[in-house]
Nanobody, 124 residues
Framework: QVQLQESGPGLVQPSQTLSLTCTVS??????????WSWIRQPPGKGLDWMGL???????YYSPSLKSRTSISRDTSKSQFSLQLTSVTPEDPAVHYC????????????????WGQGTQVTVSS
């Protein structure tokens, strides 16, 4: 059973960088054919795919967030991380990490494993 757990600060100041880490257990982030995504859900809105890192380390980002988003990984710790720079009052959301079979539509929620989510608030 694959498990994902998000961690990181729940409060970020405006213009600062949001940093979250997802720790994966019960599976490897280098297993072929899988991608590891970050998805957020702002209050009262739907899911918003942010980007993913594939099993081979390739990264893909949402066009709307590409200029501010970076996803990296530490395979020795079975972790992948999100950085979102220059946060604004539009960025508060519950952030999820999740696994997807590459080739499936990453914007449609076709994920087989999810973390429980972590709330991030933007405030000074």
């Amino acid at each position: 059973q694959v498990q994902l757990q998000e961690s990181g600060p729940g409060l970020v100041q405006p213009s600062q960088t949001l940093s979250l880490t997802c720790t994966v257990s019960g599976g490897s982030i280098t297993t072929s054919s899988y991608g590891w995504s970050w998805i957020r859900q702002p209050p009262g809105k739907g899911l918003d795919w942010m980007g993913l890192i594939a099993f081979d380390g390739s990264t893909y980002y949402s066009p709307s967030l590409k200029s501010r988003t970076s996803i990296s990984r530490d395979t020795s710790k079975s972790q992948f991380s999100l950085q979102l720079t220059s946060v604004t009052p539009e960025d508060p959301a519950v952030h999820y990490c999740a696994r997807i079979v590459l080739g499936n539509d990453c914007t449609s929620g076709q994920y087989d494993y999810w973390g429980q989510g972590t709330q991030v608030t933007v405030s000074s």
